[in-house]
C-alpha cells in the first residue's frame, strides 16, 4: 500500500510538471499545480486501493493518474475574460418606489 502511494503521488508530481512544461501560460498559479498533481494522484491511489485491494498495482498508479490529470486539467485558465451575464431584473427595480 505505501509503495503504490508514493508512486502515484510521485506519477502525480510527474504529471503537474508536464502539464507546466507544455502549457505553463494556462495555469494562473504554479504551485497549486505542484501541489494539486501529487496530493490528488495519492487521494486517487488510496481510493483505488480501497476499492480494489492490493494486488492491482497497475490499474490503481493508472486510476490515480487519471484522477490527478482531472483536477489539474480543472485548473487550467481559459484565456478568456469572464463575460458578464444578463442584469437581474430585481436589482434595476429594487431602488424606484411602486
Do not use: Q
Not at 510527474?14 to 498533481?37: K, M, N, Q, S
Amino acid at each position: 500500500m505505501l509503495g503504490e502511494l508514493f508512486g502515484s503521488a510521485l506519477l502525480g508530481l510527474v504529471l503537474a510538471l508536464a502539464a507546466l512544461h507544455w502549457l505553463p501560460l494556462r495555469f494562473p498559479d504554479h504551485r497549486l499545480v505542484l501541489a494539486t498533481g501529487p496530493a490528488s494522484a495519492a487521494g486517487g491511489g488510496l481510493i483505488a486501493w480501497a476499492v480494489l485491494g492490493s494486488g492491482h498495482l497497475l490499474l490503481a498508479l493508472l486510476i490515480a493518474t487519471s484522477v490527478a490529470a482531472v483536477l489539474v486539467s480543472l485548473l487550467m485558465d481559459n484565456g478568456r475574460a469572464p463575460r458578464p451575464g444578463p442584469a437581474d431584473p430585481r436589482l434595476a427595480t429594487a431602488g424606484r418606489p411602486r
